[in-house]
């Protein structure tokens, strides 16, 4: 359970206290009576005199700030910088590379205080991608995600983005984009040329992002960034999950994996974690992903269909006291056994503002 420890000053009284936190005075005293031990207890509507500090749950502020939509009210403070690398890389038979892309971002988040809210805005980013064809292609993919940026948001129970704040604002960004942007767009003017139902493919999808908050939560949880973010934060509290994506090998062939934390070290400040996916294959035929495979991957790879596979690692360190992470890393890859894989690997790293 987490809970704020609020001390107590010269002319605070329980309705001055419950209003700061904006909860009402029963809600207050409940709350404190369970968690102050009973020399310390709250009886009545006065604050006892050697009383110096009343414990508040964080989550009912939290939820009250939320219902009373007072979000610009919250002290953001705690800044704190976060560098990030991101390397991409295809390759056939386990030594020609089709595709490397290495991007770097510097991510600035700020916390709210006595919440589990975060305001989180891009302050740098580059990248380098070979072969140069490819170049267009990822300098769109990120303007798109520049637009869901900087993002306010808390974090659910299991570890994803849940309500986002400013959802309004980030709409706004997208449709200023596709109205009157996108139509000068160097990639999106070579689709529209060459087919068009793919270019008019890019502006359903950024609506079904964009428009729907649901939609665009789920599509945050897909970055790496705040994929490690949100689930660090949760500590000891992250539950075993199951992570759900389409892979990106096999067309529109939805791969689940179900993923355990476990602790790998911790000392007195630290927490080291580690999770671990398996891919779950209930549903997922392996004489299908082989008639797939025929089609499209044999007649230049030459080599018959072996075995496919789902890689998902990520350690990371947390500070105990804050929850914030401190370092990580992630390994994420889909392979057909010795003929064709791609690879990610993403390194965060905190560091001095």
């Known amino acids: 359970m987490e809970f704020i420890k609020y001390e ?29 031990g009973t020399t310390n207890f709250i009886i009545g509507d006065k604050l006892p005199i050697h009383l110096d500090t009343i414990y508040v749950e964080q989550k009912i502020f939290e939820e009250a700030i939320i219902k009373s939509g007072n979000i610009e009210s919250l002290n953001f403070e705690n800044a704190t910088r976060y560098r990030c690398e991101q390397l991409n890389i295809s390759r056939i038979n386990n030594e020609i590379i089709t595709l490397s892309a290495n991007t770097i971002y510097e991510f600035l988040v700020k916390k709210a205080k006595d919440t589990s809210i975060f ?13 140069a064809v490819y170049e267009p292609g990822l300098k769109f993919a990120q303007k798109l995600d520049k637009l869901k940026l900087p993002i306010t948001f808390n974090i ?13 604002e980030i709409e706004h960004r997208w449709r200023n984009f596709r109205d009157n ?3 000068n767009a160097e990639i999106y003017q070579q689709l529209n040329a060459q087919s068009p139902k793919q270019a008019e493919d890019i502006i359903i999808t950024g609506n079904k992002e964009f428009l729907d908050q649901n939609n665009l939560s789920n599509m945050m949880d897909k970055n790496l960034f705040f994929h490690l973010f949100t ?3 949760l500590g000891d509290q992250l539950k075993n999950y199951q992570l759900q994506q389409f892979s990106q090998i096999f067309p529109n062939v939805d791969l689940k994996t179900d993923a355990v934390r476990s602790i790998v070290r911790e000392n007195e400040n630290l927490a080291t974690y580690r999770l671990v996916g398996t891919l779950n294959r209930e549903n997922l035929s392996d004489e299908m992903l082989k008639n797939m ?6 007649s230049s790879l030459k080599f018959n269909y072996t075995a496919f596979d789902f890689i998902y690692r990520i350690n990371y360190t947390i500070d105990k006291e804050t929850g914030l992470l401190q370092e990580g890393k992630a390994s994420i890859a889909e392979k057909i056994k010795n003929n064709f894989e791609v690879i990610t690997e993403y ?4 560091v001095e503002l």
């Open 347 to 350: 390194n965060i790293k905190k």
């Open 181 to 183: 942007e996108l139509q």
């Open 231 to 233: 689930k660090s934060f």
């Open 8 to 36: 107590i000053k010269r002319g605070d009284t329980l309705e001055s206290i419950a209003l700061e936190y904006s909860l009402n005075v029963t809600e207050l005293t409940n709350f404190h009576n369970l968690y102050c």
């Open 156 to 168: 659910s129970d299991n570890g994803v983005v849940k309500e986002i704040f400013n959802h309004n």
């Open 119 to 131: 305001d989180v805005e891009l302050t740098d980013s580059d990248f380098s991608v070979e072969p």
């Open 293 to 298: 495979y025929d089609s499209i991957y044999k």
